[in-house]
C-alpha cells in the first residue's frame, strides 16, 4: 500500500485539565442582625445590579433617622438664630463655635442612622445569579451570615496547571480551547488570561488562567473543563501513522 508524503501545518498542542468558576462571585451576608421581611433570593434567575436582594426589619433604624434629622434641624435653627443675636446681644464667638459643633455632630449622627438604615437592605453588588438558598420571609439571620452567593456568569475563568518546561511558551492573550462532558461535540474557545510568576516546587508546575465569554450563560462555575492550547505552528512532511516501525524504542 503506497501513499504520498504530504506537506501539512501541524500545531503543538498543550493539554489540561481544570475547573470553572466565575468571573466575579461575592458572598452575600447581612451586616446586623435581624428578622428577613423580603426575600427575593430566587434562584436561576438573573439579578440586576442594585436589585434589593434581601430586607430585614428596620423600625427601629427608621426611628434612629427621623430622631437623628430632628436633633439636626434643632441644631441649624439654633445656630441660625445665633447669626441674628450677635450684634444685640453681643453673643460669645465661643457659643457660637459650641453651636457650630452642635451642628456637624448632629449632622454625622444622621448620617450614621442612614447608614445602619441602609444596611438592613442587602442589594446585589452586580448583575448575575444567585445560587441556592434558604432563607425564607421571617427566618431571622445572623450578622456575618452568609445568605447566598452571587456569580457573575457572563464569562468564566478556567485555572489549570502547565508543566514548567513550558513557561516560556505560553503568553498571554493565547488561544485555547475547552470542552466538557455536559456539552458532548461542543468546543468552547477562549485565550490565556494570566500566567502565574511562580513555579510549584512539588509539583514542578506553574498555574495558567483562561478566560472564555459565556454570552450564552451555558456554563456554571465549578464544571470540570479539558482544556487544549495550540503553540509553535509549523509546516511539516506528513506520513501515515501506520507506516512508522519501532525499533528499540525508537520510530
Do not use: C, W, Y
Not at 430566587?42 to 434581601?54: I, M, T, Y
Not at 488561544?175 to 510568576?197: C, H, M, N, V, Y
Not at 512539588?202 to 495558567?208: G, I, P
Request: net charge negative; no cysteine; proline share 3%.
Amino acid at each position: 500500500e503506497a501513499v504520498a508524503v504530504s506537506l501539512r501545518r501541524l500545531d503543538r498542542v498543550i493539554e489540561a485539565v481544570g475547573t470553572t468558576r466565575a468571573v466575579r462571585s461575592v458572598e452575600i451576608a447581612p451586616l446586623s442582625a435581624g428578622r428577613v421581611v423580603d426575600s427575593r433570593l430566587s434562584q436561576g434567575a438573573e439579578v440586576k445590579a442594585r436589585s434589593l436582594l434581601l430586607a430585614l426589619d428596620s423600625v427601629i433604624e427608621e426611628a434612629d433617622v427621623v430622631e437623628a434629622k430632628a436633633r439636626l434641624e434643632e441644631a441649624s435653627r439654633a445656630l441660625q438664630r445665633s447669626d441674628s443675636l450677635k450684634q444685640s446681644s453681643g453673643m460669645s464667638q465661643a457659643t457660637i463655635d459650641s453651636l457650630k459643633a452642635q451642628v456637624k455632630i448632629a449632622r454625622a449622627e444622621l448620617e450614621r442612622a442612614n447608614k445602619r438604615l441602609d444596611d438592613r437592605f442587602l442589594r446585589a453588588p452586580f448583575a448575575g445569579f444567585i445560587s441556592f438558598s434558604d432563607i425564607e420571609t421571617g427566618s431571622r439571620v445572623k450578622a456575618g451570615e452568609v445568605v447566598a452567593v452571587l456569580d457573575d456568569l457572563s464569562g468564566v475563568l478556567v485555572e489549570f496547571s502547565v508543566p514548567e518546561d513550558l513557561f516560556g511558551t505560553l503568553q498571554t492573550g493565547n488561544q485555547l480551547k475547552a470542552s466538557a462532558a455536559s456539552f458532548p461535540g461542543r468546543e468552547f474557545a477562549g485565550t490565556i488570561d494570566a500566567i502565574d510568576t511562580r513555579v510549584d516546587t512539588a509539583s514542578r508546575s506553574f498555574k495558567v488562567r483562561g478566560f472564555i465569554a459565556n454570552t450564552d450563560r451555558a456554563l456554571p462555575a465549578g464544571m470540570f473543563m479539558h482544556v487544549s492550547i495550540a503553540v509553535d505552528e509549523r509546516e511539516a512532511l506528513v506520513v501515515p501513522e501506520e507506516a512508522l516501525v519501532i525499533d528499540e524504542g525508537q520510530p
